[in-house]
């Protein structure tokens, strides 16, 4: 009975150990400098990756990149794109 009354103790005892706060404080910081830094990253980081794009729609041997897909036919039954189809 005592070895009982123990083991449940002890259970209860790392059970209440376990237990921490997890309700936390949330604190934000931000001020207008920060603010406007983190955009002109963002803007910056954005201009880096539409740089990368090719432009126009004349990318594969003078067809549009849909028709490399099922969304369009080129109409040159010769061009790659046809064969790539």
Do not use: P
């Amino acid at each position: 009975m005592k070895n009982r009354i123990y083991t449940i103790g002890i259970l209860f005892f790392f059970l209440l150990a376990a237990c921490q706060k997890l309700d936390r404080e949330i604190t934000t910081d931000l001020n207008k400098e920060l603010i406007e830094s983190v955009q002109g990253n963002v803007g910056s980081l954005l201009n880096g990756v539409y740089g990368e794009l090719r432009e126009g729609f004349l990318d594969v041997d003078g067809a549009m990149i849909a028709s490399a897909t099922d969304e369009a036919e080129h109409a040159d039954e010769g061009s790659s794109v046809q064969n790539f189809n």
